[in-house]
Nanobody, 125 residues
Framework: QVQLVESGGGSVQAGGSLSLSCEASGLTYSSYYCMGWFRQAPGKEREGVAAIDGDGSTTYADSVKGRFTISRDNAKNTLYLQMNSLKPEDTAMYYC??????????????????WGQGTLVTVSS
């Protein structure tokens, strides 16, 4: 059974930084999967933030390009998201996910296989 557990959320002032982690278990051949982060703010639709394919290629939403960096350590089955220059509009619940291979414009292209419970990021002005 696939399980994804996020950590690292919290509260920060605008301009600050946070680092999110996501530990995956139960993924056979984890490097096969595209891994990504999506977020959902209260009253808003879910949106892709960033994704990284098994070969290390990445994609980002336009709203976070140049501020966020996604990375993965396949040996540790861990996904990361470094968030810098945070803005109040980045406030949301952040979820990590595993999907079939391939990248879209701001997230994985493949079907979602699993996602975590989420970690809350709050950015104050």
């Amino acid at each position: 059974q696939v399980q994804l557990v996020e950590s690292g959320g919290g509260s920060v002032q605008a301009g600050g930084s946070l680092s999110l982690s996501c530990e995956a278990s139960g993924l056979t051949y984890s490097s096969y999967y595209c891994m990504g982060w999506f977020r959902q703010a209260p009253g808003k639709e879910r949106e892709g933030v960033a994704a990284i394919d098994g070969d290390g290629s990445t994609t980002y939403a336009d709203s976070v390009k140049g501020r966020f960096t996604i990375s993965r350590d396949n040996a540790k089955n861990t996904l990361y998201l470094q968030m810098n220059s945070l803005k109040p509009e980045d406030t949301a619940m952040y979820y990590c996910a595993a999907a079939g291979p391939g990248l879209g414009s701001d997230f994985c292209q493949g079907d979602l296989e699993a996602w975590g419970q989420g970690t809350l990021v709050t950015v104050s002005s």
